[in-house]
């Protein structure tokens, strides 16, 4: 079965520490991989798509990193306005190829402190 | 900028009503989504549309129907409301052709309360 994992599941960071956030797929195939930030009472906002293993991408302070088991969004000297959950969705070859349909993962909720 | 609008940012509505979710974009996209979003649960899809007039089930469409008579708007039903669908309702929007992997861009959400 198609699935998404996200760790940690919450993160404390102070402004400045440099971490990074997982995603781990298990799927038969990759046809994309989706990293969105999600504000309070808002939709998730597209940041990055990833499609093969070794893939990179960058904007501002972030990061996103694939391999063929997992991906990592890496925060470099976060800032408070980073504070945000961020959700990680996977398309996979197979059934869900017809379809569009994205396999989202639970998400990081990441507090950057002052 | 991708801009899709949801209708309503907040929504309460009775139990056994019928209640219509509305959803537009700007950017010509032929795929469409809705989505609910649920504390521990994560995102789940509902149901989706890859053309006018054509949908599709998702993983949850028991007590929604959706309708899609242009290729800009696709709107969500609730054929009658009940409590255990009140959530946050998110509509999506991407580029190409049937299973096309371009990013899903999201609207900022309905939240519905069924009372």
């Known amino acids: 079965e198609d699935q998404v994992t996200q760790s940690p599941e919450a993160l404390r960071l102070q402004e400045g520490e440099s971490s990074s956030l997982n995603c781990s797929y298990t799927v038969s195939g990759l046809r994309g991989l989706f990293w969105y930030r999600q504000d309070p009472g808002k939709g998730p906002e597209f940041l990055f798509t990833?499609?093969?293993a070794g893939e990179e991408k960058e904007k501002e302070r972030l990061k996103a990193t694939l391999t063929k088991k997992e991906s990592f969004l890496h925060i470099t000297a976060p800032k408070p306005e980073d504070s945000a959950t961020y959700l990680c969705a996977v398309q996979a070859v197979g059934g869900s190829s017809n379809t569009g349909k994205l396999i989202f993962g639970q998400g990081t909720t990441l507090q950057v402190k002052p | 900028d991708v801009k899709v609008t949801q209708s309503s940012r907040y929504l309460v509505k009775r139990t056994g009503e019928k209640v219509f979710l509305e959803c537009v974009q700007d950017?010509?996209?032929?795929?469409m989504f809705w989505y609910r979003q649920d504390p521990g649960l994560g995102l789940r899809l509902i149901y989706f549309?890859?053309?006018?007039?054509?949908?599709e089930k998702g993983d949850i469409p028991e007590g929604y129907s959706v309708s899609r008579e242009k290729k800009e708007r696709f709107s969500l039903i609730l054929e009658s409301a009940s409590t255990n669908q009140t959530s946050m309702y998110l509509c999506a929007s991407s580029l190409g052709s049937q299973g096309s992997n371009q990013p899903q861009h999201f609207g900022d959400g309905t939240r519905l309360s069924i009372l």
């Open positions: 950017m010509d996209h032929e795929n």
């Open positions: 549309s890859y053309d006018v007039k054509m949908k």
């Open positions: 990833l499609y093969s």
